[in-house]
């Protein structure tokens, strides 16, 4: 559900205009790059099984801890890494 959808249902959209412009563009990209991602997947599942279409769409969440590791500094612990690893290797497990 949209961030938008989710504070008119809960009676919270008086506050949106107090959300600051930066904020509020990010959230605006943030649910465009989401939206596209689907897309891409769902316009690739013609194009192959869905065993193997869906399994590259997990890669996501390597991806982005590793770019929030790298630039914006966040923490890495073991079990992250450990769980992340498990997760890209049962996708790739699929893949063969």
């Known amino acids: 559900m949209p ?3 989710r504070s008119l249902t809960r009676g919270e959209h008086h ?3 107090s959300i600051p412009h930066k904020t509020r563009l990010f959230l605006v990209r943030s649910s465009v790059a ?4 689907w897309r891409a997947s769902f316009r690739a599942l013609p194009h ?3 065993s193997r279409v869906a399994p590259l ?8 801890l590793l770019l929030a590791f790298l630039i914006l500094h966040e923490p890495l612990t073991w079990r992250m ?5 498990l997760m890209a290797g049962g996708a790739l497990l699929t893949l063969k």
């Open 57 to 64: 769409d997990e890669f996501s969440l390597p991806l982005t």
């Open 3 to 5: 961030w938008w959808s």
């Open 15 to 17: 506050a949106l205009p």
């Open 48 to 50: 192959g099984p869905a």
């Open 81 to 85: 890494g450990v769980g992340v690893t």
């Open 34 to 37: 989401t939206g596209l991602s």
